[in-house]
C-alpha cells in the first residue's frame, strides 16, 4: 500500500524557533497533500493544502506567514512552524493523494518550551 | 468547520461486546470514510462507503450510511482490548479534496 513518512516524529524547541516537518509519500507520486493540526483529545483540523508547484491555500484562521507550506516535488511537502510559541504546542499530521484517496503519515508531535 | 459529529463522544464496554458509533454530517457527500488512530500515534484507514451505498462490512466493522439522514454508523463487533482507540468519521477526500473530520469517539474495551 501507499505508504507517507513524516520526519522528525517528534521534536522540542525553544519559543520563538522555527521548526520543520517533513512528508514524503515513499511509494507514490501526490499531486496534492495536506496538512493537519491535532490538539489532545480532539479532532484533526486541516491547516492548508499544499499543491505541488504552486502556493499553498490555507484553511480560515490559519496564518502563511507562520506556517510556511512548500511542497518542492511529487514526493515532498514540508510545514515550518516560524517563531514557534508554546500555543503552537500540537500534534502535526500529513496526508499525501494517492489513488482515489488519502494517506496519513504517522505524525510530528511539535513541544515548544 | 467541523462535517460530521459523533456520538457518543466516549464510550466504554467489556472485552467481546459489540460498540457502535455514530456520525452525523451537513452537507452533501460522495463518500464516507471512518478512521480510527490510536493514542498519540497517526490515522488508520478503516472503510470507506460511497453514498450509493447502504452497508459494508470489512472483517469485525459494519459501516451503515443513510444520506437521507446525513448519518453512518461503524459497529464493532465481538471487541478486544486492542480496539481501544479513537475513531473518526470524514467526509470528502479522494486524492485531491480535503477531507473534514468529525470530533471522534473515544472507544476503551476493558478487558
Known amino acids: 500500500g501507499a505508504v507517507v513518512s513524516q520526519h522528525p516524529s517528534w521534536v522540542i524547541c525553544k519559543s520563538g524557533t522555527s521548526v520543520k516537518i517533513e512528508c514524503r509519500s515513499l511509494?507514490?507520486?501526490?499531486?496534492?497533500m495536506f496538512w493537519y493540526r491535532q490538539f489532545p483529545k480532539q479532532s484533526l483540523m486541516l491547516m492548508a493544502t499544499?499543491?505541488?508547484?504552486?502556493?499553498?491555500?490555507?484553511e480560515q484562521g490559519v496564518e502563511k506567514d507562520k506556517f510556511l507550506i512548500n511542497h518542492a516535488s511529487l514526493t515532498l511537502s514540508t510545514l515550518t512552524v516560524t517563531s514557534a510559541h508554546p500555543e503552537d504546542s500540537s500534534f502535526y499530521i500529513c496526508?499525501?493523494?494517492?489513488?482515489?484517496?488519502?494517506?496519513f503519515g504517522p505524525g510530528t508531535r511539535l513541544t515548544v518550551l | 468547520s467541523q462535517q460530521g459529529e459523533e456520538d457518543p463522544q466516549a464510550l466504554s464496554i467489556q472485552e467481546g461486546e459489540n460498540a457502535t458509533m455514530n456520525c452525523s454530517y451537513k452537507?452533501?457527500?460522495?463518500?464516507l470514510q471512518w478512521y480510527r488512530q490510536n493514542s498519540g500515534r497517526g490515522l488508520v484507514h478503516l472503510i470507506l462507503?460511497?453514498?450509493?451505498?447502504r452497508e459494508k462490512h470489512s472483517g469485525r466493522l459494519r459501516v451503515t450510511l443513510d444520506t437521507s439522514k446525513k448519518s453512518s454508523s461503524l459497529l464493532i463487533t465481538a471487541s478486544r482490548a486492542a480496539d481501544t482507540a479513537s475513531y473518526f468519521c470524514a467526509t470528502g477526500g479522494g486524492s485531491n479534496y480535503k477531507l473534514t473530520f468529525g470530533k471522534g469517539t473515544l472507544l476503551t474495551v476493558n478487558p
Open positions: 499544499s499543491n505541488e508547484g504552486s502556493k499553498a491555500t490555507y
Open positions: 452537507t452533501s457527500i460522495n463518500n
Open positions: 511509494d507514490f507520486q501526490a499531486t496534492t
Open positions: 462507503i460511497r453514498s450509493n451505498e
Open positions: 496526508s499525501a493523494g494517492g489513488t482515489g484517496r488519502q494517506f
